[in-house]
């Protein structure tokens, strides 16, 4: 049975940092690429990060590129999504999900639930 489980959201503080972590069952991480999304309160759901399934290539959306940092764990067949300098902005449900890769419109097979961070002094 595959299943994607989000940990480590929160409450955040600006300049703060914040890590979340994808547990994956049912699959191995070199058979899917795994992406991070988040949903923004009244927006759209929007990919902030993705790792490729074969060569571990990262790739993030601009608006996090330089704070968000994302690496596969191979011995807890789990992905991380680091979140430093966190602003306001970046409150909102993150999802990871089984992607079918990390190019522009790949279809995604499997979601985690989601999991909420909020950034707030």
């Known amino acids: 049975q595959v299943q994607l489980a989000e940990s480590g959201g929160g409450l955040g503080q600006p300049g703060g940092s914040l890590r979340l972590s994808c547990a994956i069952s049912g699959f191995s991480l070199d058979q899917y690429s795994i992406a991070w999304f988040r949903q923004a309160p009244g927006q759209e759901r929007e990919r902030v990060s993705c790792?490729?399934?074969?060569?571990?290539?990262?790739s993030y959306a601009d608006s996090v590129k330089g704070r968000f940092t994302i690496s596969k764990d191979y011995a807890k067949n789990s992905v991380n999504l680091q979140i430093d300098n966190l602003n306001p902005e970046d409150t909102g449900v993150y999802f990871c999900?089984?992607?079918?890769?990390?190019?522009?419109?790949?279809?995604?097979?499997?979601w985690g639930q989601g999991i909420q961070v909020t950034v707030s002094s």
């Open positions: 999900a089984a992607a079918l890769g990390c190019f522009p419109g790949a279809a995604n097979d499997y």
């Open positions: 790792i490729d399934s074969s060569n571990d290539h990262a």
